[in-house]
């Protein structure tokens, strides 16, 4: 699995950091999204990432 | 894809349990989900009551925020406009790409990080309502004595603005989200808080520091050559509106539901991890601002196979949304572990709430703290007695007598 993030989209809402911030930051300057970990590994990891791909509002994740 | 014409409805549809939607959104969901309905603007507008139509529409770039457009589903008489001073919109009423960036301006001020920065501040301003709440009278009015000042103070810090002048923007924020009120009414409250944050903006620009958003917005702005007065006013405009009016109710229903739910009060007594997921759910059942996710179409699209044409009036009711029992199973139990953190409360798309982790922070601090220092606070009146604002734009609570 692995994250791909259109900071284009992002409207900065923080969804994905509230959902796992060990694979999400948002930038300090503009709020936009961060990948810390592109590449989740293990169920709950996985699991979050779709959970963040499903509530981010922007649809700026997606998963390849 | 169907074509429905007929009016079914008229907006907006009146809560008959405080804490429930509508009883009709459950019909018009399973007969016809995306209908035309009435709105008291004398328009007609779409409505829409399922989650996945809802999200859908709010992600859409084929959809305005523009009021300022005659097709623009109101819920309330127009504002008369002014011709001396055209109005300039401020982020909720902007599109992309002018939205994209004035909000990408103020959205670093509301990242995850910097709400969990304000975090001890926020409960040093909670213990000292409740501490003062614990050395007054009772039964207490929580509305006044936290529920309102506890944001209040949090969004005038953070933004730089008297504290000491709340009584005025309550009135004017209450008068403008009032349904009872004349559209004239409504304008002047609009004109004398802008005034007043006019002027605001102006003293700030003389001195502006580092030290709250509007200084450090007017320092950013001249280094990058481009100060924008009006924009200010329009973005403490609006930041100070929804910072008050908003968290206080969820504080306040919030409350409520959970003393109506001993069981589920339990859950995050016994566990501090439940408070966020309870809030969710909270958020869920509520829907506070339900049709701050209207639109009007800019093109002809297809949302859940009905033809929306453009220059038609949607209005995504949240509440109903939030209600869908295809994105929440038993739509109606209020279950803090349900997962609820899909829910439209907030909005979707380009335009969800900028200030929700602010929200959060705050309504986590004020429940934990809260049910931790008066263990044994109870609602002082029958729960059917309570003034549930059925007469806003914004639900909520007028009042909540507690005691202890
Ligand atoms: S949830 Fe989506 S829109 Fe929000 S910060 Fe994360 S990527 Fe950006």
Known sequence: MKIIADTGKCVGAGQCVLTDPDLFDQSEDDGTVIVL???????????????????CPGQALSLA | MTDVEETTATLPLERKCPFSPPPEYEKLRAESPISRVGLPSGQTAWALTRLEDIREMLSSPHFSSDRQNPSFPMMVARQIRREDKPFRPSLIAMDPPEHSRARRDVVGEFTVKRMKALQPRIQQIVDEHIDALLAGPRPADLVQALSLPV?????????????ADHDFFQACSSKMLSREVTAEERMTAFERLEH????LVTKKEA?????????????????????DHDELVGLAFLLLIAGHETTANMISLGTVTLLENPDQLAKIKADPDKTLPAIEELLRIFTIAEIATSRVAT?????GGTLIRAGEGVVGLSNAGNHDPDGFENPDTFDIERGARHHVAFGFGVHQCLGQNLARMELQIVFDTLFKRIPGIRIAVPVDELPFKH???????????VTW
């Open chain 2, 151 to 163: 944001p209040s103070l949090v969004i005038c810090e953070l933004l730089g603005v008297p504290y």
């Open chain 2, 391 to 401: 007469d806003s734009s914004i639900y909520g609570l007028h009042a909540l007598p």
């Open chain 2, 207 to 227: 001195d502006a520091t580092e030290d709250d958003l509007l200084g450090r917005q007017i320092l950013k702005q001249r280094e990058a050559g481009e100060e």
């Open chain 2, 299 to 303: 093109a002809d699209v297809e949302i």
């Open chain 2, 196 to 199: 007043y944050l006019d002027e």
């Open chain 1, 37 to 55: 970990n592109a590449e989740p590994k293990g169920a709950e990891a996985e699991e979050n990432a779709r959970t963040a791909v499903h509530i």
